[in-house]
């Protein structure tokens, strides 16, 4: 017997692990003072916090302390990135380039952007979500500011080529960006080895809590500039002034380190529930077809599309399971999912997408309790579909 409801949307967030929480407790009623505050002990109790936090960051991705910003989480991160950069370097530089199926915390500021007068470039992908890099290299101009890329896609879990990415950029003294969040603390994730100038990502994605991000700016020479979002009190490198949330901070560096030390425990464990959960959907849900990089996906991304099912109708008949259509993003709106439309799917089928997210707390029980349900609720709608003929194979 499973305990219901049965969670396994851990790309939308994932629960703040209980250690995590117990890290911060003490941050919200014995160690409160501001780390601005240096002049006395609750100031300095809560400053040496924050810096353990940063330090605790660096231990999971490298870099050094001063290269780690916190901020308010990924989407803000992704702002500060692209349009600092974009502000600092618009006399000389007004060209930012990203990937189609970049997440709208990324989309969306390249928009703004572009209505602001900047050119931008979106580059395509190919059937699995991958852009060329050779592509990318391609569409590299004397004016390129900054190009963006994310490292695990949200909704597909394919991962890019950033290395060979970084290698292109930096010969032609292009800064290169990232949007880790789905990636930092699910698979290993070293800026350095990737060679990015900028990395964003959020404390809930690997089981810290909400409201708290961090941008990572490289620090070696040459120094990139940023123009700020918000301006005030100088806080983090004067690029995100703001009395800065210790309890979250410190809860973000607790998530951080716990991550280090069981990336390879949980990414197993994901990978194993993920391809149970594959399997048995393969086996009693004729037709599934899997979207994404076979092999070069996040270990707990399992995202499907079936035919003749609406995924909205299969949602909302999966009551005592949670699990996404798409981005937790963009699920109020009815548009199909804009990365599968990239990887060639049509709407129907895109339509026909459910995006299960696996974690660190999921269970064996659970997966096979859920492809019960899934291969039951799609049977039964595709049944009261008269436009839907069974395939004679799987995908």
């Not at 990324?106 to 991958?130: I, N, S, Y």
């Not at 960006?177 to 350095?192: E, I, L, R, Y």
């Not at 070696?220 to 901070?249: A, C, D, K, M, W």
């Not at 291969?375 to 839907?388: D, G, I, K, V």
């Amino acid at each position: 017997m499973v305990a219901l409801p049965i969670y396994l949307d851990n790309h939308a967030t994932t629960r703040t692990d209980p250690r995590v929480v117990t890290a911060m407790l003490p941050y919200f009623t014995d160690i409160y003072g501001n780390p601005a505050s240096s002049n006395h002990r609750f100031g300095q109790e809560a400053a040496a916090a924050v810096a353990t936090a940063r330090a605790q960051v660096v231990g999971l991705i490298g870099a050094q302390p001063a290269s780690i910003n916190f901020n308010s989480g990924d989407t803000e991160s992704n702002n500060l990135a692209l349009k600092g950069v974009a502000w600092a370097l618009r006399a000389r530089r007004d060209h930012p380039v990203a990937v189609v199926t970049e997440h709208h915390a990324v989309l969306d500021p390249l928009a703004r952007l572009q209505r602001d007068g900047f050119q931008v470039t979106l580059l395509p992908v190919d059937e699995h979500g991958r852009v060329d890099p050779q592509a990318v290299a391609a569409a590299l101009t004397p004016r390129t500011a900054l190009v963006s890329v994310m490292l695990a896609n949200n909704e597909i879990g394919t991962l890019q080529p950033l290395a060979v990415i970084a290698e292109q950029c930096a010969a032609a003294g292009v800064l290169l960006h990232t949007d880790a969040a789905q990636a930092v603390g699910k698979t290993p994730v070293a800026v350095d080895d990737l060679g990015v100038d900028l990395l964003s990502f959020s404390g809930h994605k690997l089981y810290g809590p909400k409201g708290i991000g961090v941008l990572y700016i490289r620090k070696r020479s040459p120094r990139i500039r940023l123009v700020p979002l918000q301006e005030g009190g100088g806080q983090e490198h004067n690029l995100r002034s703001g009395t800065l949330p210790v309890p979250l901070i410190v809860g973000l560096g607790a998530a951080c380190a716990l991550a280090k030390v069981e990336l390879a425990a949980d990414a197993a464990h994901a990978a194993g529930l993920r391809d149970r959960l594959e399997q048995g959907l393969r086996q009693r849900v004729p037709g599934l077809v899997v979207n994404g990089h076979p092999t070069d996906r996040l270990p707990g991304n399992l995202n499907v599309s079936i035919p003749g099912v609406q995924g909205e109708a299969l949602l909302l008949a999966l009551k005592d399971v949670a699990v996404s259509s798409g981005s937790a993003c963009t699920t109020a709106s009815r548009e199909s999912s804009h990365v599968l439309r990239a990887i060639g799917r049509d709407v129907e089928l895109a339509e026909a997408s459910l995006r299960f997210g696996v974690g660190r707390f999921n269970t064996g029980a659970e997966i096979d309790w859920v492809i019960e349900q899934v291969a039951r609720e799609a049977a039964r709608l595709r049944s009261m579909s008269a436009a839907f003929a069974t395939p004679t194979s799987a995908d």
